[in-house]
């Protein structure tokens, strides 16, 4: 019987050889001895300090460890992410329809005022006009603004006077 044989090499070394049988018995090298490994440590900053001589006071951090996340944690996350994004689109529609039926109450059109707040944005942004030219032309945008807010209130005194007539 064979005690410092690796079988896993005669097997190998057989199968290499392409035969069809594994005889133990033939020699085979033997297992070297596992050596052990060389005994280090690491000295602190603190430590390396004293042995230089120095005295001073040598701060230092202490090793932390961050766990990694789970797939769990991972699918929670995205889970809350999706729930937020739901809920965000939601209070947006919300939003949107209540905004709509506001302006539709006090006869706004909505339409004319987004218009005019991208004309005001793209004369804000404009690099070719003057400081000057551009307040004009801001100024004149937000008077037509105002007029149709103007006119929105007075279609909505007029709606108000004919309902309260037909009462």
Same mark, same amino acid.
Do not use: C, H, W
């Given at each position: 019987?064979?005690i410092?044989?690796n079988y896993?090499?005669?097997v190998?070394?057989?199968?290499?050889?392409?035969?069809?049988?594994?005889?133990?018995?033939?020699a085979?090298?033997?297992?070297n001895a596992?050596?052990a490994?060389?005994?280090? *440590?690491?000295?602190?900053?603190?430590?390396?300090?004293?042995m230089?001589?120095?005295d001073?006071?040598v701060i230092?951090?202490?090793?932390t460890?961050?766990k990694?996340k789970?797939?769990?944690?991972?699918f929670?996350?995205?889970?809350?992410l999706t729930?937020?994004?739901?809920e965000?689109?939601q209070?947006s529609? *919300?939003?949107e329809?209540?905004?709509?039926?506001l302006d539709?109450?006090?006869?706004i059109?909505?339409?004319k005022?987004?218009?005019?707040n991208?004309m005001?944005?793209a004369i804000a942004?404009d690099?070719n006009?003057s400081p000057?030219?551009?307040q004009?032309?801001?100024?004149?945008?937000e008077?037509?603004?105002e007029?149709?807010?103007e006119?929105?209130m007075?279609?909505q005194?007029e709606a108000?006077?004919?309902f309260s007539e037909?009462?």
């Amino acid at each position: 019987m064979m005690i410092n044989a690796n079988y896993a090499e005669i097997v190998a070394n057989a199968k290499a050889r392409n035969e069809t049988y594994v005889s133990f018995d033939k020699a085979v090298t033997p297992i070297n001895a596992i050596t052990a490994e060389k005994d280090t *440590f690491t000295l602190s900053e603190r430590a390396i300090a004293k042995m230089r001589g120095s005295d001073s006071m040598v701060i230092e951090s202490a090793p932390t460890y961050i766990k990694p996340k789970t797939a769990r944690e991972f699918f929670a996350e995205n889970t809350e992410l999706t729930q937020i994004s739901e809920e965000n689109t939601q209070s947006s529609k *919300f939003n949107e329809m209540m905004l709509s039926i506001l302006d539709k109450r006090l006869g706004i059109d909505r339409e004319k005022l987004e218009e005019l707040n991208a004309m005001i944005k793209a004369i804000a942004d404009d690099e070719n006009l003057s400081p000057e030219e551009k307040q004009k032309a801001i100024e004149k945008l937000e008077e037509i603004r105002e007029k149709i807010i103007e006119e929105s209130m007075d279609i909505q005194k007029e709606a108000k006077q004919t309902f309260s007539e037909d009462e």
